[in-house]
């Protein structure tokens, strides 16, 4: 009888370093959940300053070809026969 008591403790105490271990693997397995998606949302911010830099990009572009045009526009008026 001693024996089988003996083999239950045993068999308790490997059971409960499993889920000692089980537990600090699941810890380990949030954590880097956690740096994933706090690595996410550091893309998605930059993915939106980086829309919102082409868009202000775009519009200078748009602001640039207009002042071109209306300078191409005044030169024009300066130009003299040879």
Not at 28 to 43: D, L, N, P, R, Y
Not at 45 to 68: G, K, P, R, V, Y
């Amino acid at each position: 009888m001693t024996v089988r008591i003996e083999q239950i403790a045993t068999a308790s105490q490997q059971i409960a370093a499993s889920a000692a271990s089980m537990q600090q693997n699941i810890e380990e397995v949030a954590a880097v959940a956690e740096q994933s998606s706090a690595s996410t949302e550091q893309v998605s911010a930059s993915t939106e300053q980086t829309s919102a830099s082409a868009q202000q990009i775009a519009a200078s572009a748009h602001d640039l070809a207009s002042n071109a045009q209306e300078l191409t526009q005044l030169v024009a008026q300066f130009k003299t026969a040879a």
